[in-house]
Structure formats: C-alpha cells, structure tokens
C-alpha cells in the first residue's frame, strides 16, 4: 500500500482591525446613495415587470422570482463589498495606531461594525418605507371598476331623476392621495405583485399589507453582505499566504533542480 502524505490544513490568516461606530461621517451620504439605488431599481421594475404579469402561473412566478432574488443579490453584494472596504480601512488605521501614528476620530468612526451597513440602509429606505406603512393601514381589497353605460340611456341622462341616479357612471373618479400612494408602493413591489397575480384581489390585498416587510428586504440584504466584511478580508489574506508560500516552494523546487544539473554536468564531463 502507498501512504499518502495528508494534506496539511489551510492556515486561517485573520488580521486585527479597529472597530469603528454605526454613525460616521459618511452616513448620510450613503443613505441617499441607498435610496437612489432603490430609485432605479423601482424604475427597473417599471420597464422589466410591467412585461412579465403572464397569465401562465408558474412561469409568472418563476420569472418574478428570478428577478426578486437577482436584486437582492445585488444589495447583498454591494454591502459586502462596503463591508470589505471598511474592515480594509480598519486594519490600516489599527496598524497606524500599534506604530503610535495619530489617528483622528473621525477617521476611527469610518471603520467596520457590524450596523454600519444595516443603518444607512434603512435610513435610504425610509421614504417608500412611510408610504407602505400608510398603505397597510389603509388598504381594503379592490374591486372591480364600473362598467361603461350603453349608448342608448344616453338621452335619459338630462333628466335629473335619471342623471342623479347615474352621476358615478358619467363624473369619474379623481385620483386621491391613498391612489397616488398606491402606485408608488405597487411600483416598488411589482415582482411581488406579479407573483400574487394582478388579477387576485386578496392576494394583492396581502401584498400591500406585507408591503413594509417586503421594503425592508434589500435594506436587510445589503445589511447581511456588509457583515461578511471580515470573512471576505479573512480570505484573502488566506490567499495571499498561501500563493506566497506555493512560491517559496516553487523557488525551492527549481533551485534544487539547478543544483542537481550543476552536479551532474561535471561527472558527464568525466
């Protein structure tokens, strides 16, 4: 039997880094960085969404799916990638503070912790956030619209006994604060409204009561991935640790064969 030599395990390479504070100088920024975000991703849905209401149930859902779980992913990511920036930040100003440079506290809030990426989030969120709250409060299930009078009573609606009794037919309904609402919080929502079916009146009705829940959902992605920071930077430098030691035992390998040449080319000689 041939032993095979185990491989020996990955060393972990975890570097200190100075824990900064939820609020930083850069809060706010982010936080209209967020709701623009949201601002393009609503209209995203506009153009996007607005095409895939099929009447097939499970490609309608598998579609609306797909593009729910891509944008999720996709705040997932850049909060992790922010998150990495900051532990970043971090180990450089613990490594300025255990050379005894001066470090500002200012410079020190900018630096990871964990709520960093929860908080400007959610304060980018906040504006759609108000109006589903609104929305779910006050959301009754809808109904269906008033048909359009035949052409033939017509002629009766002069008459006052008659009109009267068919203002709501002839006066339509102006659009009303709830209404404006509405369209915004269902143009943010259009996947979930998808999913639900335009068509199904209850279960829209729950979707625009669940609607806070499902708004606070790219905040609580982008919050999740800036929590990954430290693994991410734990990775890499895992990483660099192990290419740099895969190359001193390259320059190793070679160097003994350049030895082994040396050798043999003076007994060739012989």
């Known amino acids: 039997m041939t032993n095979h030599a185990k491989k020996k395990p990955t060393e972990i390479v975890r570097k200190p880094f100075t824990q900064g504070t939820p609020f930083d100088g850069e809060t706010w920024k982010k936080s209209a960085m967020f709701f623009g975000f949201l ?8 153009l996007v969404c607005s095409m895939t209401g099929f009447d097939q149930p499970i490609l309608r859902i598998l579609v609306n799916l797909a593009i729910i779980s891509a944008v999720l992913l996709l705040f997932y990511n850049n909060g992790m990638n922010y998150g990495t920036a900051a532990v970043s930040r ?11 440079s001066h470090v500002s506290e200012s410079e020190v809030k900018l630096c990871y912790h964990p709520m ?3 908080v400007p ?3 980018g969120t906040v504006p759609f956030l108000i109006l589903a709250l ?11 619209t008033q048909g359009t009078l035949p052409s033939w009573i017509q002629s009766y ?18 659009l009303s604060f709830i209404g404006i609402i509405r369209i915004v919080v269902r143009i943010t929502l259009l996947p979930y409204i998808n999913l639900a079916g335009t068509s199904d009146y209850s279960a829209t009705l729950w979707v625009e009561r669940l609607g806070p829940v499902l708004e606070l959902l790219p905040a609580v992605a982008y919050g999740i991935g800036f929590t990954r920071g430290p693994m991410v930077r734990t990775r890499v430098h ?10 001193i035992r390259r320059e190793k390998k070679e160097k003994k064969l ?4 040396e050798r043999r080319g003076p007994e060739q000689l012989n």
């Open 39 to 46: 601002l393009v991703v609503a209209f995203l849905f506009l």
């Open 134 to 144: 609104i929305l779910a409060f006050v959301a009754e299930k809808q109904t269906t």
């Open 121 to 123: 989030a959610l304060l």
């Open 90 to 100: 971090g180990e450089i100003i613990y490594q300025k503070k255990e050379k005894g």
């Open 116 to 118: 960093k990426g929860f």
């Open 157 to 174: 609606l002069p008459r006052d006994y008659i009109g009267d009794a068919l203002k709501s037919y002839t006066e339509p309904e102006g």
């Open 238 to 247: 895992t990483e660099i640790l192990e290419n740099t030691k895969k190359r």
């Open 258 to 261: 350049r030895r082994a040449a």
